[in-house]
């Protein structure tokens, strides 16, 4: 199944219209606003709610947006509104977290160098852990001896399944840094002991990979966390492990304006590896975050100048590895889609031309794209990295000491009227100085 994106009119257009708007209104400038990231709030709001429908309500469900993907404080604060929680793996997402309202109930702590001070912050405000290793299960013991805590606790297991097609985003492989590997000598065992020595260790938490990770590896290994709950429950004689945290990892496509796969999608093939999971004996937590903003968002960059060498179009822009990072430095597995745009915004048309679409950094490799056919491109127009609503524009690189873009967020009314909301203005040159002493 897929499904396309909210509006009243397909997505090319809805972002052509878009642009046109910010450049009319100078949110991209040739000489103010060479770069802008935009971000479809209608669009995050449909993926939110597509989510929540794709779990039962039979399934109690706490569905935790992955900081990492948009840690904005406004995307946050919105997110929150459309009922979600918050996944962090770290001090900075937990203070973005705490800043954006969330309740420490509905905060989720996943990252996998926890210090003692930030897990005993986590437990005097209640915030769910998912323990990494044995190491830091031995600091959350001698930390609840001295105190009390409502926080939720579990273990993540690493069920070493195997790995997707892109190696650096599969974190069940049977060497990845993640969890406790379920299936080295003794682990299954050990566990079993923590879990009987440990009563408040009442979850456990498993997270297969991302982007490159088909569904069935991703519904397998949370069908091995579910099966380990109930031989953990069997031998003890109680139904300890009362929730299941199956992380995210929703694979994004790429390729086209279509969502495909979808949460329903995922959820079929969760029922048909883990029907407990929608039997009503355990609490489900999801940690998605790519998946819900990705195609909800697109970079804007103007073209500075175009030149020829050995034959090839170049277009040197505004937009390279500071905001896309991963397509920079991994491009078989980060493609990007692009579109051109005259200066006023509106689609440029023409008989495409192969040409490298170049960022401003100072080194040759800077290219979100090489050899790409668009509409000749001249100095002036606008070129738009599309599906880049998570990471990104706000996993900024600062090579070069290039400033952060601002991000807009925008709506759309039936009528056409954009509204747009500043979610993060643009760095200047002085923000990047140190303070005066």
Not at 189 to 204: C, G, K, M, Q
Not at 358 to 383: I, S, T
Request: hydrophobic share 45%; aromatic share 6%.
């Amino acid at each position: 199944m897929t499904t396309r994106r909210p509006s009243g009119h397909p997505a090319a257009a809805r972002r052509e219209h878009v642009l046109k708007e910010a450049v009319q209104r100078r949110l991209l400038d040739p000489e103010q606003a060479l770069l802008a990231a935009f971000v479809d709030l209608d669009g995050v709001e449909a993926s939110v709610t597509a989510l929540h429908r794709a779990f039962p309500d039979s399934v109690d469900a706490l569905h935790t947006f992955a900081a990492k993907a948009n840690c904005l404080v406004p995307v946050l604060e919105r997110l929150r509104h459309l009922g979600m929680g918050c996944e962090v793996a770290g001090p900075g997402e937990f203070a973005h977290a705490l800043a954006a309202g969330f309740d420490p109930a509905r905060i989720v702590y996943d990252a996998p160098a926890k210090t003692r001070g930030e897990l005993a912050r986590a437990l005097e405000l209640g915030v769910a852990l998912n323990i990494d290793n044995w190491q830091e299960l031995d600091r959350v013991d001698a930390l609840l001896r001295t105190r009390p805590s409502r926080s939720r606790l579990g273990i993540r297991i690493n069920p070493q399944i195997g790995a997707g097609t892109i190696g650096a985003m599969s974190t069940a492989t049977a060497t990845s840094k993640f969890g406790i590997p379920l299936a080295d000598d003794g682990n299954a065992e050990r566990l079993l002991a923590a879990y009987r020595a440990h009563p408040w260790l009442t979850w456990i938490h498993v997270h297969v990979g991302s982007q490159g990770c088909p569904l069935d590896l991703m519904a397998e290994g949370v069908a091995k966390a579910v099966a380990f709950a109930e031989q953990v429950n069997d031998a003890l004689g109680r139904r300890q492990i009362t929730g299941i945290d199956i992380g995210g990892g929703l694979p994004v496509n790429f390729a086209d304006d279509t969502t495909d796969p979808t949460y329903a999608t995922y959820a079929d093939r969760l029922r048909a590896h883990a029907p407990a999971l929608f039997g009503g004996g355990f609490r489900v937590v999801t940690e998605f975050g790519r998946s819900l903003l990705a195609k909800n968002g697109f970079i804007a960059a103007h073209v500075e100048y175009t030149k020829t060498a050995g034959g090839r179009h170049i277009a040197l822009t505004h937009a390279g590895a500071q905001v896309a990072t991963r397509t920079v430095f991994m491009p078989e597995a980060w493609p990007l889609r692009i579109t051109a745009h005259h200066p006023s915004g509106a689609a440029k048309h023409g008989d495409p031309v192969p040409q490298d679409i170049a960022g401003p950094c100072c080194f040759a490799g800077d290219l979100v794209a090489r050899a790409r056919p668009l509409p000749l491109l001249e100095p002036g127009d606008l070129v738009a990295l599309l599906d880049t609503g998570a990471y990104y524009a706000t996993t900024h690189f600062q090579y070069n000491s290039l400033p952060e873009p601002a991000v807009h967020g925008f709506t759309v009314d039936p009528d056409g009227t954009v509204h747009f909301e500043l979610l993060r203005p643009a760095q200047t040159t002085d923000d990047l100085l140190p303070a005066p002493r």
